[in-house]
């Protein structure tokens, strides 16, 4: 007789973020899938995007590495070329995913493989089937609105975003992904660049639909500190942008570093809008440094993804589980 069945746990995002939040992930028993975002322009993923006219694999390749079960591989795939030549700036797991994307007319096909050679503890899935471009109108330091093309240059801009917006508007998302999504028990966003790595999930019509329908609990999960792009957005603003384009989707639960929230009324009440209760927790490096700790915050979602019906733990979740449409 087979035991009960894992919680199952879609994460989205990319870069950085997304492999903090997979680390973490890694230290529960739960059931994995990686969604990640395709819209990376900049670096060995933009000439590699330009030259073999392939999906990015930089955020692929990062949340591969996440998730492998071989260390000496990720190191592998994480080693980066230096030097003056044609390889200089290229990872090894960026010209392995792309050479695995060319043999596979699937892209879902070639991560699949990438997964079986890196023995992931999960699946990592394309957030759509072709590259996309990220838009953005940003005001200046001036005041002056502008618009800022591709995943680099809005990641760097200086001003205030105002909008953001996908190119295709309306991408073809892998069956695969919606299956994933319908079938979750979890739904987790950010940490990670908040309009090129976290948003762009919502962007995606038919992956946003999905996220909607979903019977899934949904968790956010903020940042410590501003990046470049979100310069003078607060955690609550985070929150606030994430409303802008969620469409009604409603979030259960925030965690937020204790540490980083100070006063935590206007971010408790932002996360209020969107259905969900503030849970501060130490998820931060006790090195000062504004990272995530894996294990801390694998801490803070062991209580709510599988501690969640104990009445007796402060995490217990209030929200019940939604029907599937509600």
Same mark, same amino acid.
């Given at each position: 007789?087979?035991?009960?069945?894992?919680?199952?746990?879609?994460?989205?995002?990319?870069?950085?973020?997304?492999?903090?939040?997979?680390?973490?992930?890694?230290?529960?028993?739960?059931?994995?899938?990686?969604?990640?975002?395709?819209?990376?322009?900049?670096?060995?993923?933009?000439?590699?995007?330009?030259?073999?006219?392939?999906?990015? #694999?930089?955020? @692929?390749?990062?949340? %591969?590495?996440?998730?492998? $079960?071989?260390?000496? +591989?990720? /190191? *592998? !795939?994480?080693?980066?070329?230096?030097?003056a030549d044609s390889?200089?700036?290229?990872?090894?797991?960026?010209?392995?995913?792309?050479?695995?994307?060319?043999?596979?007319?699937?892209?879902?096909?070639?991560?699949?493989?990438?997964?079986?050679?890196?023995?992931?503890?999960?699946?990592?899935?394309?957030?759509?089937?072709?590259?996309?471009?990220?838009?953005?109108?940003?005001?200046?330091?001036?005041?002056?609105?502008?618009?800022?093309?591709?995943?680099?240059?809005?990641?760097?801009?200086?001003?205030?975003?105002?909008?953001?917006?996908?190119?295709?508007?309306?991408?073809?998302?892998?069956?695969?992904v919606l299956s994933?999504?319908?079938?979750?028990d979890w739904l987790?966003?950010?940490?990670?660049?908040?309009?090129?790595?976290?948003? #762009?999930?919502? @962007?995606?019509?038919? %992956?946003?639909?999905?996220? $909607?329908?979903?019977? +899934?609990? /949904? *968790? !956010?999960?903020?940042?410590?500190?501003?990046?470049?792009?979100?310069?003078?957005?607060?955690?609550?603003?985070?929150?606030?942008?994430?409303?802008?384009?969620?469409?009604?989707?409603?979030?259960?639960?925030?965690?937020?570093?204790?540490?980083?929230?100070?006063?935590?009324?206007?971010?408790?009440?932002?996360?209020?809008?969107?259905?969900?209760?503030?849970?501060?927790?130490?998820?931060?490096?006790?090195?000062?440094?504004?990272?995530?700790?894996?294990?801390?915050?694998?801490?803070?979602?062991?209580?709510?993804?599988?501690?969640?019906?104990?009445?007796?733990?402060?995490?217990?979740?209030?929200?019940?589980?939604?029907?599937?449409?509600?």
């Amino acid at each position: 007789m087979s035991g009960p069945q894992r919680t199952r746990v879609v994460a989205f995002g990319g870069g950085k973020g997304l492999s903090v939040a997979l680390r973490a992930l890694r230290c529960l028993d739960v059931d994995i899938t990686a969604v990640v975002t395709v819209a990376d322009d900049g670096g060995s993923s933009g000439r590699l995007r330009i030259d073999r006219d392939a999906l990015p #694999p930089g955020d @692929l390749r990062q949340a %591969l590495a996440a998730l492998s $079960g071989d260390e000496a +591989a990720a /190191r *592998l !795939i994480q080693h980066r070329y230096d030097g003056a030549d044609s390889l200089s700036g290229h990872t090894v797991g960026n010209l392995m995913l792309v050479g695995l994307l060319e043999m596979h007319a699937d892209p879902v096909a070639a991560l699949d493989e990438a997964g079986r050679l890196m023995r992931a503890h999960g699946r990592v899935l394309p957030m759509a089937s072709v590259p996309l471009r990220i838009e953005a109108d940003v005001l200046d330091d001036h005041g002056r609105p502008t618009v800022v093309s591709g995943q680099h240059n809005v990641a760097v801009c200086r001003g205030t975003v105002t909008d953001v917006r996908l190119a295709p508007a309306d991408p073809p998302v892998a069956v695969e992904v919606l299956s994933a999504v319908a079938e979750a028990d979890w739904l987790i966003f950010g940490p990670g660049s908040w309009y090129t790595s976290v948003l #762009p999930h919502l @962007l995606t019509p038919r %992956l946003r639909e999905a996220i $909607g329908k979903s019977g +899934a609990r /949904r *968790l !956010i999960t903020l940042n410590l500190s501003e990046d470049t792009e979100t310069a003078g957005l607060s955690l609550a603003g985070h929150l606030g942008a994430f409303a802008k384009y969620a469409d009604g989707v409603t979030i259960d639960a925030v965690i937020a570093d204790a540490r980083a929230v100070g006063y935590p009324d206007p971010v408790a009440s932002a996360a209020e809008s969107l259905g969900a209760r503030l849970v501060l927790a130490r998820v931060a490096r006790e090195d000062g440094t504004p990272r995530h700790d894996p294990d801390a915050l694998a801490a803070a979602l062991r209580r709510l993804l599988l501690e969640a019906d104990d009445p007796d733990d402060p995490a217990t979740m209030e929200t019940p589980r939604r029907s599937a449409g509600e």
